[in-house]
């Protein structure tokens, strides 16, 4: 079964420093990958997608991920983090199904 | 810019009451999703339609059916609500060329059966 997995319900860093959003995932064949975010009260919006090609992925808000076949990981990065990016993100496959979450909490 | 557009943001319904969820998208989308949103569960498909009059099932359709009557128009009905189906539920489009279409989201309907 093709599957997303988001190993941390929880990730918190200072403001400034860099961050990363983990996220593996089990797939057969191309594993066309997303990352979204979510604020509070809000739907999900879509920040950056993984289809084939450079494995570095640039994407809204500043926001990266970084594909490894070998290690079936795309996580999410950023060189320096605002409290503002504290939200909900979410890793999901092309199939539509989503990871659990993970919270992000970026403290001053 | 795309919207879809959830008809309530709140809806608090009593245990056995029929529901409807309504979602509308502005883009002539084919491909319309809806899901459940629960702490530590992330998002769960619930039903998908790739087209008008056409539907599929997701992850867990049970309790729930869905129609499509119209391509903008999708709606989710809980027949006979149950506590069980206290929620928020999101609501999302995509176009219809393959499968590398990001969705786009409503704002979501946080509905409590009670």
């Known amino acids: 079964a093709q599957s997303v997995a988001q190993p941390e319900d929880q990730v918190n860093v200072a403001e400034g420093n860099p961050l990363t959003v983990k996220c593996t995932y089990s797939?057969?064949?191309?594993?066309?990958l997303f990352w979204y975010v979510q604020y509070p009260n809000r739907g999900l919006q879509f920040l950056l997608k993984?289809?084939?090609?450079?494995?570095l992925v640039k994407g809204s808000y500043g926001f990266e991920a970084e594909f490894n076949k070998s290690q079936t990981s795309f996580h999410l990065k950023k060189p320096s983090a605002l409290v503002s990016d504290s939200a909900l993100y979410f890793c999901s496959l092309k199939d539509m199904r989503f990871g659990a979450g993970t919270r992000l909490t970026v403290k001053p | 810019d795309v919207k879809v557009t959830q008809s309530s943001r709140y809806l608090v319904k009593r245990t056995g009451e029929k529901v409807f969820l309504e979602c509308v998208q502005d883009?002539?989308?084919?491909?319309m999703f809806w899901y459940r949103q629960d702490p530590g569960l992330g998002l769960r498909l619930i039903y998908f339609s790739y087209d008008v009059k056409m539907k599929e099932k997701g992850d867990i359709p049970e309790g729930y059916s869905v129609s499509r009557e119209k391509k903008e128009r999708f709606s989710l009905i809980l027949e006979s609500a149950s506590t069980n189906q206290t929620s928020m539920y999101l609501c999302a489009s995509s176009p219809g060329q393959g499968r590398n279409s990001p969705l786009h989201f409503g704002n979501g309907t946080r509905l409590t059966v009670t």
């Open positions: 797939v057969s064949g191309n594993p066309y």
């Open positions: 993984y289809i084939t090609g450079d494995n």
């Open positions: 883009m002539d989308h084919e491909n």
